[in-house]
């Protein structure tokens, strides 16, 4: 590559303490976004296990759905279900910000596309409670 | 590989599908399977995992929300000064993701 761009040891890094993200809210809110990618990982490897369980038989499966009701499961849960939601909320307002929808000439405003979102998510849920739960 | 060019438009397309089945499926689950039915408020049909589409569906579910954690847990680590165990952490992370994908498909076939 015949760039002008200088040697790797001479480019600038700046050097960031390892609690950077402790300073301000906004850099706060930003890290516990981006945890709640590991919350939802977390939940997804508990729900592995419990089809797990699915597969070993009808009593497994009961047993172990009945561990899930002590308090620590459900503390498990209820925490996890936050990070879901601040995830599901977060992505829901960057995508409005990314997807420009126009209408004619004018752009759609960024708070209709977000309240589609809102929408669609809402639709998604009932459906899945209905497959799930109903079915 | 040719210099400049790099494989991250791939991972950054299966955390981008990552969080959108993240963003609206994920929670009704967490409900469902976390809180309705240990709680007594709802029963659940198990049958309903035996369904091909249910699988299918699943399958999706579990897989590219991974790929969205490997993405987004490698860059923040790497943000959080780990920079310098940059290629084994994105091993990890993204193997992670492909092991738990064929982890899916196999506990979901045996169901």
């Given amino acids: 590559m015949t760039s002008t761009r200088p040697e790797k040891s001479q480019l600038y890094y700046p050097k960031m303490p390892a609690n950077w993200w402790l300073r301000k809210r906004n850099y706060l809110l930003f890290m516990l976004r981006e945890l709640s990618s590991v919350f939802i990982a977390l939940f997804l490897a508990v729900f592995l296990v419990q089809i797990y369980r699915l597969g070993e038989g009808a009593e497994y499966y009961a047993a172990y759905m009945r561990t899930f009701s002590s308090p620590g499961w459900i503390l498990f849960h209820l925490v996890a279900l936050a990070f879901a939601l601040l995830h599901s909320v977060t992505w829901f307002q960057s995508s409005a910000v990314v997807l420009q929808l126009r209408l004619g000439e004018q752009e759609v405003p960024r708070s209709v596309v977000m309240g589609l979102h809102l929408v669609v998510w809402l639709v998604a849920s009932v459906v899945i409670l209905w497959i799930f739960i109903v079915y | ?111």
């Fill in chain 2, 1 to 111: 590989m040719n210099e400049g060019k790099t494989c991250e438009p791939f991972w950054w397309g299966l955390f981008s599908a990552g969080g959108v089945v993240a963003a609206i499926f994920i929670p009704i689950h967490i409900l469902i399977t976390g809180m309705a039915v240990p709680l007594g408020w709802l029963a659940e049909s198990s049958a309903v995992y035996q369904h091909a589409w249910v699988k299918l569906y699943l399958f999706v579910l579990v897989s590219l929300p991974l790929f969205h954690w490997a993405h987004r847990f490698y860059f923040t680590l790497k943000d959080m000064g780990l920079k310098v165990i940059d290629k084994p952490l994105a091993f990890l992370c993204y193997g992670s993701a492909v092991v738990g994908t064929i982890i899916a498909a196999w506990l979901l076939l045996r169901v």
